[in-house]
């Protein structure tokens, strides 16, 4: 499979869409009295499942590139999640959401300390821009933002997934997708079964499965192996700067689905911290000089046939 870039990027908003209606099934689960380890792992094995049976020819021809270069991606992927999904737990969703989208900074700069590409002054517009319809988005513009213990938390796990981003565009994408989505799936769910076990045990009575287990369900096929899956697949064919800010639309989309299910009313900020979001995609992905050039090229295409008519009449 081969996309263009704007396949890619239509993966990656796909991606973000469900991405931004796992905030309400994470916190439904948590409410349900399931701890953060084991709400990961039951995701990690849905993904792997689901994963395996619809790629598995591909998979079991996994090299030692593939298997090291799909640890290090898992590795970054449950660190991220798990910071996350604990921070849920003592923060709003739209705090959550928030303080997530904050990997958008931290991409170009991580880009320009290690790999000396310097931010196009565009980047910088744009991910202004993306801050600010962000903080309108949750309505920080008037509450303020005050950091409790899982906005410090959601903070950490932003860090390790503009790690992740940079990573599956820089190395990751050079490697069959499907791989690496087992991959990430293994190790979310052993390594978050592990730490459910040693830290976790002493909550499992008190888990009420009716209310938890269907979110988890729906996380682990939806969010999980759909958004993920997708996510590999459209990073391959597009950078980094431009698919956090797609994949940063998940805050947009997760104050979309609080409203349309009732979670919140629909407001003035809003409406405006969506506006502001669909500027900063459309700047970073609209390119002047390209369409001057195409413009040009297409001016200069017409007189040739113009030209070669005319010679053509003589």
């Known amino acids: 499979m081969k996309l263009t870039r704007w396949q890619a990027n239509l993966f990656l908003l796909l991606t973000a869409i469900i991405w931004g209606t796992s905030y309400i099934f994470i916190k439904q689960a948590l409410k349900g009295g399931m701890p953060a380890g084991l709400i990961n792992s039951l995701r990690g094995i849905i993904f792997v499942f689901f994963v395996y049976l619809f790629f598995h020819k591909t998979i079991n021809r996994m090299s030692k590139k593939d298997f090291k270069v799909g640890l290090i991606s ?3 992927n449950l660190l991220g999640y798990q910071l996350q999904t604990i921070g849920l737990k003592y923060t709003t969703p739209a705090n959550s959401a928030f303080l997530t989208a904050t990997y958008i900074v931290i991409i170009p700069f991580i880009v320009w300390i290690f790999w000396k590409k310097r931010p196009l002054v565009k980047s910088f517009v744009a991910i202004s821009l993306c801050f600010l319809g962000t ?6 513009v008037n509450t303020g933002l005050t950091f409790h213990l899982g906005d410090l ?7 390790f997934y503009s790690l992740q981003i940079i990573y599956f565009s820089n190395t990751a994408a050079k490697i069959n997708p499907f791989t690496v989505t087992f991959m990430l799936g293994s190790v979310q ?8 076990l040693i830290f976790e045990t002493n909550t499992y009575s008190t888990i009420h499965w009716s209310v938890a287990i269907w979110p988890v369900l729906i996380l682990g096929f939806f969010a999980s192996f759909g958004a993920q899956t997708l996510q590999v697949i459209g990073q391959k064919y597009t950078d980094s700067t431009s698919a956090g800010l797609i994949l940063m639309t998940e805050s947009l989309f997760a104050s979309f689905f ?6 919140e009313q629909l407001t003035h900020n809003l409406l405006l911290g969506g506006i502001l979001i669909v500027a900063a995609i459309f700047i970073m ?9 195409l413009k040009k090229r297409k001016k200069l295409s017409h007189l040739k046939a113009m030209n070669l008519k005319q010679k053509n009449n003589s």
């Open 189 to 196: 769910a052993l390594g978050c079964l592990a730490w459910s």
């Open 285 to 293: 992905e609209f390119n002047p000089h390209q369409l001057f050039f």
């Open 135 to 140: 903080l309108f988005l949750t309505n920080m």
């Open 74 to 76: 898992g590795i970054i």
């Open 153 to 159: 938390l959601t903070l950490l796990s932003a860090l």
């Open 258 to 263: 609080s409203v349309i299910l009732g979670f």
